[in-house]
């Protein structure tokens, strides 16, 4: 199964359905089924911005199971519907009209019992069963 290796907070903000969207500059053809692993990396600065969602932040292991359905690229108008979704947790994307790159869609996610490993670069495959 294809995996991505999400810093936190994020991949917990995905794991628990709060943010739909992940941010790459690189586009993917990809659709389907996708594991959330939460790397090793934390944004400190983004965790105290989100820690009024009083979260769980575990680092290198796969915690959640999703679909990636969509990569859209993010423009005026990609930034004016993230706005309306919720505009802290896109905050970033939101202001920043210079990034210029693509939001993976992540629907229909699941928490799973995390699995420690090491993540990896772009989309990545693990055996998971």
Excluded at 23 to 40: P, V
Excluded at 92 to 104: A, L
Excluded at 111 to 120: C, H, V
Aim: hydrophobic share 35%; aromatic share 12%.
């Amino acid at each position: 199964m294809k995996v991505i290796t999400i810093k936190q907070p994020f991949a917990s903000l995905i794991a628990e359905g709060i943010k739909e969207y992940e941010f790459r500059t690189w586009k993917t053809k990809y659709r389907g089924e996708i594991l959330i692993h939460a790397g090793k990396s934390i944004n400190k600065e983004a965790m105290k911005k989100f820690e009024k969602y009083n979260l769980d932040y575990p680092t290198g292991c796969i915690i959640a199971k999703a679909n990636l359905t969509d990569c859209i690229r993010i423009d005026k108008k990609a930034r004016e519907m993230l706005k309306e979704k919720n505009s802290l947790v896109y905050s970033r994307v939101i202001k920043d009209i210079e990034w210029d790159g693509y939001g993976f869609k992540i629907e229909n996610v699941e928490k799973i019992e995390p699995i420690s490993l090491n993540g990896k670069l772009g989309l990545w495959d693990y055996d998971y069963k």
